[in-house]
């Protein structure tokens, strides 16, 4: 890369070469990134890569002044503190020094705050803690500390103002109203956040609250316990993050409504003796008594350490982009777009989407066929599709069920000749694949003229699903290996040869020099 060099090994650990500049090419020493792909690439600012499970990461870095490579990773919060607990919330950042003296975030500094405690948990407009004599105290975000009746060893609040604690005994309570509740079980730690309640006992066995998702006023149902070993857990909004015995960290992935217990752990790089989090932001301390931060997308991408790993929760089966931006369908064929870092969905249901200049076109499970021009709602289109695609010059192309293939001409379909189970327009022409996956190009339609086009051209290699981009075309075969097509050029519209790409998908669409894919 651009003064960086990456690699994995066969234990698929990576790494990446330090020190490399003009006066010294070959750096000066290898090092580890937390986590574990078995391919990786890295162009000037961005390292992509895909594990064993096929799983495709990204991750951002930059090359300071003084070219020291640094990682998008957890963030060290420099400060003279010794801080041995850290929580975040809606109302802030507050922690709590190895003397017990309470910190507020302002900024990038830590400011002392009034008064003594062991450990402290942030809400939604309440901050609640407990000190070393087990009393319990709660505050505003802009009162003083008021003491609670009780006695806790361990305090946990919720955005919504929820309050859940465990005593010296392990007994575990619940705040309503004015009192405490008692609740069955024995925890010696408990999170109570948007998904839910969770909390670790002192064998560090892990447990979720039934009925508790969502951060409802509710004492749950039964406890149900889950794989794995966390002295410390918090719950956060479709994640949760704890940390082991020997500090290493987890974030407990494919957290949903549908799922509220989540599919599995994944491993984190870095050491922490404690974790909160809240919304995209989390933040811990290490056994030195240092804080550290980390920020974390969610929905389909959650970075971790800089790595964007894709969660079940929502979980694409088709991607398609262009002019338009980045829209997507999940496996419960709800819309969505991409704004920003994030996804937001979209009204409608959809199975097949394919994005153009101005105009979004998608069918839905009954096979109707949509069409959405700028910032208009959804139209239906006269006609039976079961796939269909759009050029950036708004040509339309589509197969219905029978594999017949149709182009939009002003406001009707031409039928085509051919059979086809998949078709895509675009600045290379229209190309496609057939029930034996055997690939086809339309001759006559390089660079997205509205025509017919003349015979179709048999391609060699076999894909289920094809893109065709700008002097690009992309697509996937049976086995989901990733294949472009080199050489295409208004000369060569067939372009010459087909190279695989490392990492594995099922579907693929491409625009201009971005490539999507599930």
């Not at 010294?24 to 792909?37: E, F």
């Not at 496996?331 to 199975?351: A, M, Q, T, V």
Request: aromatic residues 12%; hydrophobic residues 35%; charged residues 20%.
């Amino acid at each position: 890369g651009n003064g960086i060099v990456v690699g994995v090994n066969s234990g698929d650990y990576i790494y990446y070469r330090a020190g490399i500049s003009a006066s010294k090419p070959i750096g000066t020493h290898w090092v580890q990134i937390g986590g574990r792909l078995r391919q990786i690439d890295t162009d000037a600012t961005n390292v992509w890569g895909a594990n064993s499970a096929n799983d495709v990461f990204s991750l951002s870095f930059s090359i300071k002044s003084d070219k020291q490579e640094r990682l998008t990773s957890w963030v060290r919060e420099n400060d003279p503190l010794d801080l041995k607990h850290v929580s975040v919330g809606k109302g802030g950042v507050w922690a709590i020094g190895k003397d017990d003296k309470i910190y507020q975030r302002v900024g990038d500094s830590w400011r002392i705050f009034g008064g003594r405690l062991r450990q402290i948990s942030v809400g939604g407009t309440e901050i609640w803690g407990v000190n070393s004599g087990d009393y319990i105290y709660r505050k505003s975000l802009t009162g003083g500390w008021q003491l609670i009746g009780g006695r806790l060893r361990q305090i946990s609040v919720s955005p919504r103002n929820r309050v859940w604690g465990v005593n010296s005994g392990h007994n575990i309570y619940r705040r309503t109203g004015n009192s405490w509740q008692h609740i069955g079980g024995k925890l010696k730690c408990v999170s109570v956040g948007d998904s839910g309640v969770w909390g670790v006992n002192a064998n560090d066995d892990i447990f979720y609250k039934d009925g508790t998702y969502g951060d409802v006023d509710s004492a749950g149902a039964g406890w149900r316990h889950i794989g794995g070993k966390l002295k410390w857990i918090s719950s956060g909004r479709n994640i949760v993050w704890g940390v082991n015995k020997n500090n290493d960290i987890y974030f407990r992935y494919g957290i949903s409504a549908r799922n509220p217990v989540g599919t599995g752990w994944r491993h984190v790089g870095g050491k922490l003796s404690q974790i909160d989090t809240y919304n995209l932001a989390v933040w811990g301390a290490n056994s030195n008594f240092d804080a550290f931060s980390l920020t974390f997308r969610e929905n389909i991408n959650i970075a971790v350490g800089g790595w964007r790993i894709g969660t079940a929760a929502p979980k694409f089966i088709r991607t398609a982009l262009g002019s338009a931006g980045v829209w997507a369908i999940d496996d419960g064929y709800k819309i969505f777009y991409r704004s920003g870092e994030s996804w937001i969905n979209y009204p409608g249901s959809l199975k097949d989407i394919s994005v153009g200049k101005s105009e979004i076109w998608g069918v839905n499970t009954k096979e109707e066929i949509y069409r959405k021009i700028g910032s208009g709602g959804w139209t239906k289109i006269g006609g039976s599709l079961m796939q269909v695609s759009v050029s950036e010059n708004n040509h339309v192309w589509g197969v219905n069920r029978n594999h017949n293939i149709y182009r939009r001409s002003g406001n009707s379909w031409r039928l085509i000749g051919g059979k086809l189970k998949c078709v895509s327009v675009g600045q290379s022409g229209v190309w496609g694949v057939n029930a034996n996956d055997d690939i086809f190009y339309k001759t006559g339609t390089y660079g997205d003229p509205n025509v017919d086009g003349a015979g179709w051209q048999h391609i060699g290699g076999k894909l289920k699903w094809i893109s065709s981009g700008k002097d690009f075309v992309v697509g996937v075969n049976s086995a989901d290996s990733i294949f472009y097509r080199d050489g295409i050029t208004s000369a060569t519209p067939a372009g010459t040869r087909w190279v695989v790409i490392g990492g594995k998908l099922s579907q693929i669409d491409t625009f201009n020099d971005k490539v999507w894919g599930v």
